[in-house]
């Protein structure tokens, strides 16, 4: 097969998956980028709104919290989960006894579907039954409110949200299995211990998994946060952890106000790309030259 | 593999696709209430038609709900469907009130909203101004099976939008105390008396609210309630204050009046002050209304709706009492009613439906499962809902109190102005924050929603 009917087949296969994004994401993507630009309340027909939606979003109190939540919210989950996703996939790297059941557990809490791991977390942080609190009771440890406390409740939220990492773990293990073993001999012969060969062997090489790893959590960190503060806290207490998907939906469909709903997606998304910009030059590119 | 097998599986592919979408759409039409296939009888049937004609056609029905309510819903359509053979009802049911809410806001944005829908006194005028619904005025005048005269007017009034009747209201609940007369007797106190006081009803909380392990936390509390504007205007009313500055005409919130803002330390007293309520960790733990139920919380606050599940209750005695009373006397409006979206097409069908569920038959099968005070006289007067044979035995208590019964404002943003103003409240009242400045956010926040 030629390279380039190996490449249109490739395109073929591709084809049902693109026809779904366009159907079920593109296109309302673009419909939704138009609303934006117009006050609708889905009952009767959009009207021109030119910039006011926007303006109106610059004064909204609410829209400001969530943007500051939603910050807050990237800024403990994506290192803290990039740092234990890296520790687990170089803790069961190498094929040793039991280590596909480890990976497994790892790996389980990403399959478990979004409501019924939010639900699974709303007992495990109730604040007087829940087998957290019952655990660090025991033990003497202060017992935080959690989810009640409006000062522990965006982080409680973001603990919850650590152990789904089963993707991002998958890709690094697939990346350290690429680092070629003589790299590690001959760093053993140099007399290189265990923290050096992670510093001058690992992360150089895996740059672009990690790098590649961060931009996809900083996605889901912004985008899927929505499940769980719905059903585990309401954006409560106080809006402790009202984050901008929720906000977003609660004005499009709770209140009807299709067009200011719009105007935030259009900004998260905007404000999303500018973080990936952002972190994509903490990096320094993909780590190598891309034309090797 | 060969390009053509690999097209014409594409090909297939594509098909199963299409077909797949298709059956979507086909399958959402029928469950959810779409306009119904064309060609069905009825269709084109004109609303004023007259009623020798009989109706045809399926109709779908959208309601809110735990399984006793929704057993009781699939009563009122089998009932229905047996004296109208030609109309198919099919129930859609949500079962929490703000999935219900969220559904209903969609459907109607997709222009698919199910044809008849309940739709709560304090949401209706939303749809309303924006001419979502179809005014059943003209309907009920036209009617042989009902008559407005039958109804309680109170229930009736708040569903009349620029001086027409919107839906038919299905039921009139007032605010009561839910109380566990077990643990009444325990406290050695004799039940609430028709007309109780403020004072009263805070004794009877204080001596019900209980360490009963003795090791320094409270197992038992005196009272529940949700924390809310909606349940805080009756004692408002009571006090003299008022929830807006203009009932009538509302240009904004009179929650800084003196007589309104010492309802309202009343009101966050029971938790700050007197700790007869569950505070913010205790009520997250374990929520007061499983607390009633699991017969460690001495009187809930709620409308009728709470019946069909407390009558599940099999551990403890409980009966209902009116609110206590404060300076004068007042009560708050809980009404649902019957509503068609103006784009339904089967009209005729549409409205057989909401006239047959509340005709007197109709009115006393949902009236059975306790879950309403019936809004038809007849009904509300008569055994099936008096009956003292079953729980509650005093539910005269429902009808003693609709003489003072009031409604908030009818206005299109007030569900969002209850929604901020109970985040703000609840500050207060988890001492979070000084009621003064709770007032004063929530004045100043709901204040652009008085102007649409």
Request: net charge negative; aromatic share 10%; with cysteine.
């Amino acid at each position: 097969m030629t390279h380039r009917r190996y490449q249109r087949s490739l395109l073929l296969l591709l084809l049902p998956f693109l026809f779904g994004v366009t159907l079920l994401v593109v296109a309302p993507a673009i419909l939704s980028l138009g609303l934006a630009f117009t006050h609708y309340d889905g009952l009767s027909a959009p009207s021109w709104a030119g910039w006011a939606n926007f303006q109106a979003l610059a004064t909204n109190q609410l829209f400001g919290i969530a943007v500051v939540n939603s910050l807050l919210f990237v800024a403990i989950s994506v290192p803290l989960r990039t740092l234990l996703t890296f520790g687990l996939a170089l803790l069961f790297a190498r094929p040793r006894r039991g280590v596909g059941l480890y990976r497994a557990a790892v790996y389980l809490p990403t399959v478990v579907p979004g409501v019924a791991y939010a639900l699974i977390w709303l007992w495990i942080l109730n604040p007087l039954y829940g087998p957290l609190n019952l655990l660090l009771g025991s033990v003497g440890l202060p017992t935080p409110a959690w989810l009640v406390d409006p000062r522990t409740a965006l982080a409680a939220v973001a603990l919850a949200a650590v152990f789904q990492l089963g993707e991002g773990f998958v890709i690094l293990l697939a990346g350290l299995q690429e680092i070629p073993d003589e790299y590690y001999e001959t760093a053993t012969l140099d007399g290189a211990g265990r923290l050096a060969m992670v510093r001058a062997i690992v992360l150089p090489l895996l740059t672009p998994w990690l790098l590649l790893v961060v931009l996809r959590d900083l996605i889901v960190s912004v985008q899927s946060s929505f499940t769980p503060v719905l059903l585990m806290t309401g954006g409560g207490p106080y809006y402790a952890t009202l984050l901008v998907p929720l906000l977003i939906y609660q004005t499009a469909f709770e209140r009807l106000r299709f067009g200011e709903g719009a105007a935030m997606t259009l900004l998260v998304f905007l404000g999303v790309g500018l973080l990936i910009a952002l972190t994509y030059r903490l990096f320094g590119g993909w780590g190598y030259d891309e034309a090797v | 593999m060969p390009r053509s097998a690999v097209y014409s599986r594409l090909t297939l592919l594509a098909a199963v696709i299409m077909l797949a979408l298709a059956g979507c759409a086909g399958s959402n039409n029928a469950t959810d209430g779409g306009p119904s296939p064309p060609g069905g009888a009825g269709n084109s049937l004109p609303a004023d038609r007259p009623a020798t004609a009989e109706p045809s056609g399926a109709i779908s029905f959208m309601i809110f709900g735990d399984t006793a309510e929704k057993a009781a819903y699939e009563q009122l359509v089998a009932a229905f469907e047996e004296r109208h053979p030609a109309i198919d009802v099919s129930l859609i049911h949500i079962p929490g009130q703000s999935d219900y809410r969220q559904r209903l806001g969609v459907d109607f944005a997709a222009g698919t909203p199910a044809d008849v829908v309940l739709l709560n006194y304090r949401r209706y005028a939303a749809y309303a101004a924006r001419g979502a619904l179809e005014p059943l005025g003209p309907y009920l005048e036209r009617s042989t099976l009902i008559d407005q005269a039958d109804f309680y007017q109170e229930s009736i009034q708040p569903f009349i939008w620029e001086g027409q009747l919107m839906c038919i209201p299905q039921n009139l609940s007032s605010l009561v105390v839910y109380y566990n007369r077990d643990l009444f007797r325990a406290a050695g106190l004799s039940d609430p008396s028709a007309d109780w006081t403020w004072e009263e009803f805070l004794a009877a909380a204080q001596a019900l609210t209980r360490d009963t392990d003795g090791d320094g936390a409270t197992d038992q509390y005196g009272l529940g309630t949700e924390v809310s504007i909606f349940r805080a205007a009756p004692f408002i009313w009571q006090n003299g204050g008022e929830l807006v500055d203009n009932p009538e005409a509302p240009t904004r919130l009179a929650l800084d009046s003196p007589a309104a803002r010492e309802a309202l330390q009343w009101f966050v007293d029971l938790q700050v002050r007197h700790k007869v309520v569950p505070d913010a960790v205790a009520e997250a733990a374990e929520d007061s209304e499983s607390r009633f139920l699991n017969g460690r919380l001495g009187m809930f606050l709620n409308s009728r709706r709470g019946v069909p599940t407390y009558r599940t209750i099999e551990r403890f005695d409980w009966d209902v009492a009116p609110l206590p009373q404060g300076k004068q006397k007042a009560g708050i409006l809980h009404a649902d009613a019957y509503c068609m979206p103006a784009v339904s097409e089967n009209k005729a069908a549409i409205w057989t439906f909401i006239e047959f569920a509340n005709a007197a038959e109709g009115q006393h099968i949902i009236a059975a499962s306790g879950r309403t005070v019936p809004s038809l006289r007849a009904v509300a007067e008569s055994p099936t809902f008096l009956n003292p044979g079953q729980k509650p035995a005093n539910s005269q208590v429902f009808l003693d109190v609709i003489p003072w019964i009031r409604t908030v404002p009818i206005m299109a943003g007030w569900a969002e102005i209850e929604e901020l103003s109970a985040e703000e409240l609840s500050r207060a009242y988890y001492g979070q924050a000084s009621l003064d400045e709770v007032i004063r956010a929530t004045q100043e926040r709901a204040q652009p929603l008085f102007t649409p």
